[in-house]
């Protein structure tokens, strides 16, 4: 129970690695609110899931695309639980497709949810940290390697994490707050199957040949979120069973 008695917020946490997230952390003893954007089933599964962990849950409905909802979620998550000292950036779009054809919708929809709303979450967290406190931001092996064509913006969107990561954890060191970044690989989950169409291909490109589960994503974020992690900030994970190797 390394985090008992902690407050966490996860941004995207009613499905695959968020949901994942907020339950590990709550296993770990930290009460738990998390946002969806339109799935209440899904989170009041979730929710339940918590509970069952003898921790608080909490459940807010806000899009990661719209400012004012994220600061309302954070307001909310520190009214319910009594303060924050976890904040985790889970939630993402994605939209393949070539360049030339992206429609500005789309590409405006990742750079709003990948990329703006880290940045909107911590604003609005910053405040309520002390010292102990932790940023975890999901990003992508992606990131740093893009073997095939159709992906390109959607990796340049969690690339802005890399420097986003390391520039906060700078900011916030003198504070004691710590800021990471964990990179997963190709996860199975609804946004990509391990048994979908492109599955076999994205196997190939790793050192394990597997695709990873939500929980074994989640358990870096858990542990970066522990005491044992006390020295790490502005660090870059990699979870992707050696596809950046």
Do not use: C, W
Request: no cysteine; charged share 20%.
């Amino acid at each position: 129970m390394d985090l008992l008695g902690k407050r966490a917020l996860v941004n995207g946490g009613s499905r695959g690695i968020g949901a994942a997230i907020a339950i590990a952390l709550a296993e770990k003893g930290a009460d738990v609110a998390f946002t969806y954007h339109s799935s209440a089933e899904r989170a009041a599964t979730v929710v339940r899931s918590i509970e069952e962990k003898g921790r608080r849950g909490l459940a807010i409905q806000a899009d990661s695309a719209d400012p004012e909802a994220i600061r309302r979620a954070v307001a909310k998550t520190v009214d319910t639980l009594g303060g924050l000292d976890i904040l985790v950036n889970s939630a993402g779009v994605a939209t393949g497709g070539m360049t030339a054809e992206l429609s500005l919708a789309d590409l405006q929809a990742m750079l709003d949810v990948n990329v703006r709303a880290p940045v909107l979450f911590a604003q609005a967290a910053i405040p309520h940290l002390s010292s102990g406190g932790r940023i975890i931001s999901i990003g992508s092996s992606l990131a740093e390697r893009v073997p095939f064509p159709g992906v390109t913006a959607y990796a340049m969107s969690k690339s802005a994490l890399l420097s986003f990561t390391r520039g906060l954890s700078r900011e916030l060191g003198p504070q004691g707050i710590t800021v990471n970044l964990v990179q997963p690989g190709s996860t199975d989950t609804d946004m990509n199957p391990a048994h979908g169409e492109n599955a076999d291909y994205q196997r190939s490109l790793t050192s394990l040949g597997r695709f990873g589960e939500p929980r074994e994503i989640a358990s870096a974020v858990a542990f970066l979120a522990s005491p044992a992690a006390s020295l790490i900030t502005g660090a870059v994970l990699n979870v992707d069973a050696g596809f950046n190797a």
